[in-house]
């Protein structure tokens, strides 16, 4: 099993920058990739970044392109989330994300998610 905590979600204005932290922890598992998605009030659940550990290429949903940053520390396990330039659109629930091989088998793991609030 894999365990992810959140961290770093709040209210920022328009324009303003936040960083999300989230740390995997665990016995007998190595990740595949981490990252985040987020989902807003009626919509669907959306890839923001993910970072792919072999290569340590990135993906990034096409509206936070040139705005976000996600880099990882792969001594701690945790991922982070650089936002910057944000807008009113990007408020939503941001959910840390892990495809990770545990326990024989590959599996997604979810957080519990946190909330971005983009408002003046």
């Known amino acids: 099993q894999v365990q992810l905590v959140e961290s770093g979600g709040g209210l920022v204005q328009p324009g303003g920058t936040l960083r999300l932290s989230c740390a995997a922890s665990?016995?007998?598992?190595?990740?595949?990739?981490m990252g985040w998605y987020r989902q807003a009030p009626g919509k669907e659940r959306e890839l923001v970044a993910l970072y792919i550990t072999s290569g340590g290429s990135t993906n990034y949903g096409d509206s936070v392109k040139g705005r976000f940053t996600i880099s990882r520390d792969n001594a701690k396990n945790t991922v982070y989330l650089q936002m910057s330039s944000l807008k009113p659109e990007d408020t939503a629930v941001y959910y840390c994300?892990?495809?990770?091989?545990?326990?024989?088998?590959?599996?997604?793991?979810w957080g519990q998610g946190t909330q971005v609030t983009v408002s003046s």
């Open positions: 665990g016995s007998g598992f190595s990740i595949n990739a």
């Open positions: 994300y892990v495809d990770a091989y545990s326990s024989g088998s590959f599996a997604h793991y």
